[in-house]
C-alpha cells in the first residue's frame, strides 16, 4: 500500500477463513462398525471424521450387500436354460474333398 514506508500492509487479525475447532477424539468401544455407523448417523455417537471414514472401509469385509452373489445366480440359470431348446446350435461341419 502507497503512502508511508514500512506501512505496506501485513496480516491483519481476523482475516482469512474461520478456523475449525478441534476435534474431539473419542474412545469407542467395540467391534461392530456397523452399528457404530447406525449409531453416529442417528446422532447418539459424536465419532471424528477419520473414525467413520475407518468403520466404513472396516464394515465392508464384515457384511456383505445383498446385491452380492446376483451374477452367479444368473449364471447358473442361464446355464439350467441352454441344455433343452436355447441350446447353442453345433457348428458347421467342414468337408474337406482333395481333388
Known sequence: ???????SGGARPGAGRPKKPPEKNILIKGSDMLKLLQDVALGRIDASALQ???AIAAVQYTHTKKGDGKK?????????AS?????????????YSNR
Do not use: E, H, I, N
Not at 500500500?1 to 506501512?7: A, L, N, Q, Y
Not at 441344455?83 to 468337408?95: E, I, W
Open 83 to 95: 441344455v433343452g431348446k436355447f441350446a447353442p446350435a453345433a457348428p458347421p461341419k467342414l468337408v
Open 72 to 80: 452367479a445366480d444368473k449364471q447358473d440359470a442361464a446355464k439350467v
Open 52 to 54: 467413520v471414514r475407518a
Open 1 to 7: 500500500m502507497s503512502g508511508k514506508p514500512g506501512r
